[in-house]
């Protein structure tokens, strides 16, 4: 079993909606949780970290953590087609990173 | 410096050659990590370096992968006997050692495109 798995997608929404990524993660990873965004062709970049269970906001994301149900999910509001990338999510346990194969988001105009 | 700078940016090789690639972590950064990513897919571990203490190697594919940090500073993956399936780009990223609070991730660098031809 994988540390942390998403869904690959792509995953499709139309300018202005709600994009919503979800993560799940095992029980050998359970400490911090990070969310990346990567163009095609670039390096992955932090967008949002969450220790705690419940929601965390900055801007137009929101990250969800439910340590009891092993999951993690981000919100994009007011999804823009320049939010069109793959996102990927990694958890921290024990001075190590794991990530998630990550889920290709379309935001269409 | 500013940012995880790695090189070469690019890289071709023939197969059966050697090659080295150089990540120069964030100042400060004790941990440091190594990743692959082949094409369309997502970030594979490969080797992971904290401060002083032994490697985590458990990520390296096969013996002809090493990799070499010095301290707290720069470390070198080197791929022997390159081979087709090592084309990829390789990740390098540098953090500081999370204490559980949040806001700590890593920094990655901008890769190395490897091509093995």
């Known amino acids: 079993q994988k540390e942390v798995e998403q869904n690959s997608g792509p995953l499709s929404v139309p300018e202005g909606a709600i994009a919503s990524l979800n993560c799940t993660y095992s029980?050998?990873?359970?400490?911090?949780f990070f969310w990346y965004r990567q163009y095609s062709g670039k390096s992955p970049e932090l967008i949002m970290s969450?220790?705690?269970?419940g929601d965390k906001e900055d801007g137009r994301f929101t990250a969800q953590l439910n340590k009891a149900s092993q999951y993690v999910s981000l919100l994009i509001r007011d999804s823009q087609p320049s939010d069109s990338a793959t996102y990927l999510c990694?958890?921290?346990?024990?001075?190590?990173?794991?990530f998630g194969s990550g889920t290709k988001l379309n935001v269409k105009p | 410096g500013a940012g995880v700078s790695q090189s070469p940016s690019n890289k071709v090789t023939e197969k059966g050659k050697d090659v080295e690639l150089r990540c120069d972590p964030i100042?400060?950064?004790?941990?440091l990590y190594w990743y692959r990513q082949r094409l369309g897919q997502g970030l594979e571990f490969l080797i992971y370096?904290?401060?002083?203490?032994?490697?985590?190697k458990s990520g390296l594919p096969s013996d002809r992968f090493s990799a070499e940090r010095t301290g707290e500073s720069v470390s070198t993956l080197t791929i022997q006997r390159t081979q087709q399936e090592d084309s990829a780009v390789y990740l390098c990223?540098?953090?500081?050692?999370?204490?559980?609070?949040?806001?700590?991730?890593?920094?990655f660098g901008s890769g190395t495109r490897l091509t093995v031809v």
């Open positions: 990223a540098s953090s500081s050692t999370p204490s559980g609070t949040e806001g700590n991730g890593y920094t």
């Open positions: 100042s400060g950064h004790t941990a």
């Open positions: 990694a958890a921290y346990n024990f001075n190590k990173f794991y």
């Open positions: 029980d050998r990873v359970s400490q911090s």
């Open positions: 969450i220790y705690s269970n």
């Open positions: 370096f904290q401060g002083n203490s032994a490697p985590d």
